[in-house]
């Protein structure tokens, strides 16, 4: 089984809908981070978490919310989808400490027409 | 704030052939990591090789390695007798030592053709 899964992995949504994107770990890691992929721009980071309680802005987070429910969950909602925010979306996981590799989920498609 | 320009958005090269991707980066940071992930097709995100700022000696893992230029901030990949299986995006990214967030490049597309 996967260690960093992503549901769902694709999805079609209409413009001012509300949608989630979740993440589930079994690596046991504390720190998990929302990524969004657009194509010329690589990944960006949208919310990182260092903990249940420790939740961060990244470089593009308006528009987006998140919510860690437990330590091996981390959810991304879109409140009210716009075109713009078609993208891949990834999420990640690292181990405490600076320099580990981060270990990223197979990706969410989302396409908000 | 950390920048990192990849500044080839395409590579083709023949099978068995050697390719080098550049990567460039700015901080002020002394301390810091370095990353190349590959994306193939299945747009997974795999971890390839990892340079430490403090560490003088260039990482190697099999057929890639890199040269890390610290003075010059520059990061680049070699894949050595390139293989199908290589073909993908590959990202840089820096890392800082205390905490975990990642800063990628745009991304290189390489080919790796028969």
């Known amino acids: 089984d996967a260690d960093v899964t992503q549901t769902p992995r694709n999805r079609i949504t209409k413009t001012g809908k509300r949608i989630m994107l979740e993440c589930s770990q079994t690596?046991?890691?504390?720190?998990m981070y929302w990524y969004r992929q657009d194509p010329g721009l690589g990944l960006q980071l949208i919310y990182y978490s260092f903990d249940v309680k420790d939740i961060n802005k990244g470089e593009i987070s308006d528009g987006y919310s998140v919510s860690r429910q437990a330590q091996a969950k981390f959810s991304l909602s879109l409140e009210s989808a716009i075109p713009n925010q078609t993208a891949l979306y990834f999420c990640?996981?690292?181990?405490?400490?600076?320099?580990?590799?981060?270990?990223f989920g197979p990706g969410t498609r989302l396409t908000v027409l | 704030a950390q920048t990192v320009t990849q500044s080839q958005p395409e590579m083709s090269v023949q099978e068995a052939e050697t390719v080098t991707l550049s990567c460039t980066y700015d901080t002020s940071e002394s301390n810091y990591y370095l990353f190349w992930y590959k994306q193939p097709p299945s747009r997974q995100m795999i971890l390839v090789i990892r340079q430490e700022a403090y560490k003088q000696q260039n990482a190697t893992e099999n057929r890639f390695s890199v040269n890390f230029q610290k003075a010059a901030k520059s990061f680049s990949l070699k894949i050595s007798d390139s293989q199908l299986g290589d073909t993908a995006m590959y990202f840089c990214a820096f890392g800082w030592v205390w905490g975990q967030k990642l800063v990628f490049g745009q991304g290189t597309r390489l080919t790796i053709n028969p």
């Open positions: 690596k046991g890691h504390d720190r």
């Open positions: 990640a996981t690292s181990d405490t400490g600076g320099g580990h590799e981060q270990f």
